[in-house]
């Protein structure tokens, strides 16, 4: 059990309710101008610390976790995704892990049905062309998109987040179908009408777009590969607000660019904040900074999922949102 007042360490400026709360409960150490910290300052911060608050643009590796103090027990990570945590590390550290799963279930939905309309429709385009005063009024035949409605949407993740978007898809009136590595309940199929597609590149050969929310890992990196992206139709479109990683960047750039894809629209990439130059150029494609969880709800939500997982940790408790826990003396 911690000190009534644990030291929390959080590296980069959370919403100001958040940072309040936190300043109340415990004794916070503040990123106030919100610089991207190197690994050597994380360490140096945490020289006192019992927890650390990272977010995903922080690499926590096994070099840091080496470096830590030994009073440090809790990685309470402000986000979902703890693919940038060495997690072997951790548990050998006796380091436990939380995060901030269901809060950002609507909002990454909404994100995923914005960029399925901007996509076919050319919004991007067309806020260009307006901007540029390059538009010379309506004809019949300008800018000519694509209909959603009564189109095939294939799903690669049907977990909280992927039946949130098939919800949402199914008031467009579209056709849901999914690849899952488990099938979900008969009930949940029976609500969203969803088909199940055991083999991925069965499933990829036969939709008009595909909406990427499954998780990263060792099986998922490059999921759709070269090999994979080629097997979609020429008037597909690809959505991800999944993690980068998942698709092979440079491939879906190529295949943008030689229009073997209709088009694609990203709110990750591989190596955020970078995106690929392949990308940038191209007029087919929805480049998004990863606005997933961007709404003022969602973040105070996952402020407070951290606050919750610090406090039963430090009351010893187990906390509720535990990824591993440390089995480490």
Same mark, same amino acid.
């Given at each position: 059990?911690?000190?009534?007042?644990?030291?929390?360490?959080?590296?980069?400026?959370?919403?100001?309710?958040?940072?309040?709360?936190?300043?109340?409960?415990?004794?916070?150490?503040?990123?106030? #101008?919100?610089?991207?910290?190197?690994?050597?300052?994380?360490?140096?911060?945490?020289?006192?610390?019992?927890?650390?608050?990272?977010?995903?643009?922080?690499?926590?590796?096994?070099?840091?976790?080496?470096?830590?103090?030994?009073?440090?027990?809790?990685?309470?990570?402000?986000?979902?995704?703890?693919?940038?945590? *060495?997690?072997?590390?951790?548990?050998?550290?006796?380091? @436990?892990?939380?995060?901030?799963?269901?809060? !950002? @279930?609507?909002?990454?939905?909404?994100?995923?049905?914005?960029?399925?309309?901007?996509?076919?429709?050319?919004?991007?385009?067309?806020?260009?062309?307006?901007?540029?005063?390059?538009?010379?009024?309506?004809?019949?035949?300008?800018?000519?998109? #694509?209909?959603?409605?009564?189109?095939?949407?294939?799903?690669?993740?049907?977990?909280?987040?992927?039946?949130?978007?098939?919800?949402?898809?199914?008031?467009?009136?579209?056709?849901?179908?999914?690849?899952?590595?488990?099938?979900?309940?008969?009930?949940?199929?029976?609500?969203?009408?969803?088909?199940?597609?055991?083999?991925? #590149?069965?499933?990829?050969?036969?939709? *008009?777009?595909?909406?990427?929310?499954?998780?990263?890992?060792?099986?998922?990196?490059?999921?759709?590969?070269?090999?994979?992206?080629?097997?979609?139709?020429?008037?597909?479109?690809?959505?991800?607000?999944?993690?980068?990683?998942?698709?092979?960047?440079?491939? !879906?750039?190529?295949?943008?660019?030689?229009?073997?894809?209709?088009?694609?629209?990203?709110?990750?990439?591989?190596?955020?904040?970078?995106?690929?130059?392949?990308?940038?150029?191209?007029?087919?494609?929805?480049?998004?900074?990863?606005?997933?969880?961007?709404?003022?709800?969602?973040?105070?939500?996952?402020?407070?999922?951290?606050?919750?997982?610090?406090?039963?940790?430090? #009351?010893?408790?187990?906390?509720?949102?535990?990824?591993?826990?440390?089995?480490?003396?």
């Amino acid at each position: 059990m911690l000190e009534p007042k644990p030291v929390v360490v959080v590296t980069r400026k959370l919403p100001d309710l958040v940072e309040t709360r936190m300043m109340e409960l415990f004794d916070s150490a503040l990123n106030a #101008d919100d610089r991207p910290l190197t690994g050597d300052e994380i360490i140096a911060a945490c020289a006192q610390a019992d927890v650390l608050v990272p977010t995903v643009t922080d690499k926590i590796t096994g070099e840091l976790i080496d470096a830590l103090p030994d009073r440090l027990k809790l990685i309470a990570n402000f986000g979902v995704g703890v693919n940038h945590i *060495d997690l072997a590390a951790c548990e050998a550290h006796g380091v @436990t892990i939380t995060n901030t799963p269901g809060v !950002l @279930t609507e909002d990454t939905a909404d994100m995923t049905l914005a960029l399925l309309l901007a996509a076919p429709r050319r919004l991007m385009e067309g806020d260009r062309l307006v901007r540029s005063g390059g538009w010379t009024g309506w004809t019949p035949t300008f800018m000519i998109g #694509d209909r959603i409605a009564g189109k095939r949407l294939g799903i690669i993740g049907m977990g909280r987040i992927g039946q949130a978007v098939a919800r949402r898809a199914r008031g467009f009136n579209m056709s849901i179908h999914y690849h899952n590595r488990n099938r979900v309940h008969a009930d949940v199929e029976a609500e969203l009408e969803a088909t199940w597609w055991q083999d991925l #590149d069965q499933m990829l050969a036969h939709m *008009d777009y595909i909406s990427v929310n499954c998780p990263l890992n060792t099986e998922t990196y490059h999921l759709l590969s070269e090999k994979r992206l080629r097997l979609l139709q020429p008037h597909a479109f690809v959505v991800n607000t999944a993690r980068g990683e998942i698709i092979d960047e440079a491939a !879906l750039a190529r295949l943008l660019a030689e229009g073997a894809i209709a088009g694609a629209a990203l709110d990750v990439y591989e190596r955020e904040p970078d995106v690929g130059p392949g990308l940038m150029k191209l007029d087919n494609v929805v480049l998004a900074p990863h606005l997933g969880s961007a709404t003022r709800e969602g973040r105070i939500a996952m402020g407070e999922k951290v606050m919750i997982n610090i406090r039963a940790f430090a #009351d010893g408790h187990t906390p509720p949102d535990r990824v591993i826990h440390g089995n480490a003396g």
